[in-house]
């Protein structure tokens, strides 16, 4: 049997019951669309993260696009942001009619190079839109600084962040704006799409309210356009409620997998993710290099080993943002390590067992390298 890179039946099958009662619950309530359960869930996780305001749409893709709408994001402005991400991330910005400019990543974290953000500002830049990749925060001090002295917003993208910290900080509680998925995969997923926008802005707040409701502030009435149907459905928001109260547990055993790993593989010639100092990471994925990524993946499949790539095409050589004028070299670091990352399963129900069996079938196959 495979082992797979991600893996939530198991999780289902701890949580068959509570999820079930979820979901009968809201088919009981007769409220399927903006009911007790979307406001519950909005309430709940802008508590977990200390306060503000959570806005629920229907998946972390609108997520991003109405948070940059609400903060002001027009056709033709530029917004700053990494090619080292999921494609989404850019897909939003492009939705929003504006223009995506990339910095290059840190070669160590692999996360937004904030020196090089402060030289990608032009008169047309708008905001800044820093990934939280895989699990561990971006450094926001300097970003925040850059977007007072300019003007600009900051928008956080979230979907692989939820419960990670900096500093302290909870991702999500920085900027104007953060988004976040649900995805069944997330470290807080689903059973379904979903997503969400935290804001410590009443405006911001109102303005995406609007934004995934038509334009609409009351039934039959748009106020503002464009407005969009964006809503996170109750089923959906009633299964997250009850996550949402394990999610300090999913992310100890993320933790608990991943020093397991820092363990077994030291030594084998893989580079294992490295921690920014003061980030919390909760390990959305676990990343690894190593420059032979193709043989390594190869043998682990033979041993029916699913290993995943995130990602194998940084988003400016992809052809459908050819437009962007992006060539071979101008993000050297993003390229290079497109040709050698890869993750491993990582899930909280992942038994000792099966992550030895992990450990061990890497210790072999690099071995022989």
Same mark, same amino acid.
């Given at each position: 049997?495979?082992?797979?890179?991600?893996?939530?039946?198991?999780?289902?099958?701890?949580?068959?019951?509570?999820?079930?009662?979820?979901?009968?619950?809201?088919?009981?309530?007769?409220?399927?669309?903006?009911?007790?359960?979307?406001r519950g869930f909005e309430s709940e996780f802008a508590a977990y993260h200390g306060g503000g305001q959570c806005v629920?749409?229907?998946?972390?893709?609108?997520?991003?696009?109405?948070?940059?709408?609400?903060?002001?994001?027009? *056709?033709?402005?530029?917004?700053?942001?990494?090619?080292?991400?999921?494609?989404?991330?850019?897909?939003?910005?492009?939705?929003?009619?504006?223009?995506? %400019?990339?910095v290059d990543v840190d070669p160590d974290t692999y996360l937004m190079d904030v020196d090089q953000v402060p030289k990608?500002?032009?008169?047309?830049?708008?905001?800044?839109?820093?990934?939280?990749?895989?699990?561990?925060?971006?450094?926001?001090?300097?970003?925040?600084?850059?977007?007072?002295?300019?003007?600009? =917003? !900051?928008?956080?993208?979230?979907?692989?962040?939820?419960?990670?910290?900096?500093?302290?900080?909870?991702?999500?509680?920085?900027?104007?704006?953060?988004?976040?998925?649900?995805?069944?995969?997330?470290?807080?997923?689903?059973?379904?799409?979903?997503?969400?926008? !935290?804001?410590?802005?009443? +405006?911001?707040?109102?303005?995406?309210?609007? !934004?995934?409701?038509?334009?609409? #502030?009351?039934?039959?009435?748009?106020?503002?356009? *464009?407005?969009?149907?964006?809503? !996170?459905? +109750?089923?959906?928001?009633?299964?997250?409620?009850?996550?949402?109260?394990?999610?300090?547990?999913?992310?100890?055993?993320?933790?608990?997998?991943?020093?397991?790993?820092?363990?077994?593989?030291?030594?084998?010639?893989? %580079?294992?993710?490295?921690? =920014? *100092?003061?980030?919390?990471?909760?390990?959305?994925?676990?990343?690894?290099?190593?420059?032979?990524?193709?043989?390594?993946?190869?043998?682990? #499949?033979?041993?029916?080993?699913?290993?995943?790539?995130?990602?194998?095409?940084?988003?400016?050589?992809?052809?459908?943002?050819?437009?962007?004028?992006?060539?071979?070299?101008?993000?050297?670091?993003?390229?290079?390590?497109?040709?050698?990352?890869?993750?491993?399963?990582?899930? *909280?129900?992942?038994?000792?067992?099966?992550?030895?069996?992990?450990? +061990?079938?890497?210790?072999?196959?690099?071995?022989?390298?």
């Amino acid at each position: 049997m495979t082992l797979a890179v991600w893996d939530y039946l198991n999780e289902f099958e701890a949580e068959r019951d509570d999820i079930l009662d979820a979901v009968e619950s809201v088919f009981r309530s007769g409220r399927l669309i903006l009911g007790d359960s979307v406001r519950g869930f909005e309430s709940e996780f802008a508590a977990y993260h200390g306060g503000g305001q959570c806005v629920t749409v229907d998946n972390g893709t609108n997520a991003l696009v109405l948070a940059l709408r609400a903060v002001g994001v027009k *056709p033709g402005d530029e917004v700053i942001t990494v090619s080292n991400t999921a494609a989404p991330t850019v897909v939003a910005i492009d939705a929003v009619g504006a223009v995506p %400019v990339f910095v290059d990543v840190d070669p160590d974290t692999y996360l937004m190079d904030v020196d090089q953000v402060p030289k990608a500002v032009t008169e047309r830049t708008r905001a800044l839109l820093p990934v939280h990749l895989y699990g561990q925060c971006v450094d926001l001090a300097p970003l925040e600084e850059c977007a007072r002295a300019g003007g600009l =917003a !900051l928008v956080e993208d979230c979907a692989q962040a939820h419960g990670a910290r900096r500093d302290g900080r909870i991702a999500g509680t920085t900027g104007d704006a953060a988004a976040f998925s649900f995805y069944p995969t997330k470290v807080l997923g689903a059973y379904g799409d979903g997503g969400a926008v !935290l804001t410590g802005r009443d +405006e911001t707040a109102a303005a995406l309210r609007r !934004l995934r409701y038509y334009g609409m #502030e009351n039934r039959y009435y748009v106020e503002a356009t *464009p407005g969009h149907n964006s809503r !996170l459905d +109750e089923v959906q928001a009633e299964i997250l409620r009850r996550k949402l109260t394990r999610l300090d547990a999913y992310l100890a055993g993320r933790r608990a997998v991943a020093d397991r790993y820092a363990e077994g593989l030291a030594g084998t010639g893989l %580079v294992l993710p490295a921690i =920014a *100092p003061g980030n919390d990471h909760v390990y959305y994925v676990y990343v690894v290099r190593h420059p032979q990524r193709e043989v390594i993946m190869r043998e682990m #499949e033979r041993r029916s080993i699913s290993l995943n790539i995130s990602y194998p095409w940084p988003v400016h050589t992809m052809r459908g943002f050819a437009h962007l004028g992006y060539r071979p070299g101008d993000l050297p670091v993003t390229e290079h390590l497109a040709e050698e990352i890869f993750s491993l399963p990582m899930y *909280p129900s992942l038994r000792p067992d099966d992550q030895d069996r992990v450990i +061990e079938a890497l210790r072999e196959v690099t071995g022989r390298l």
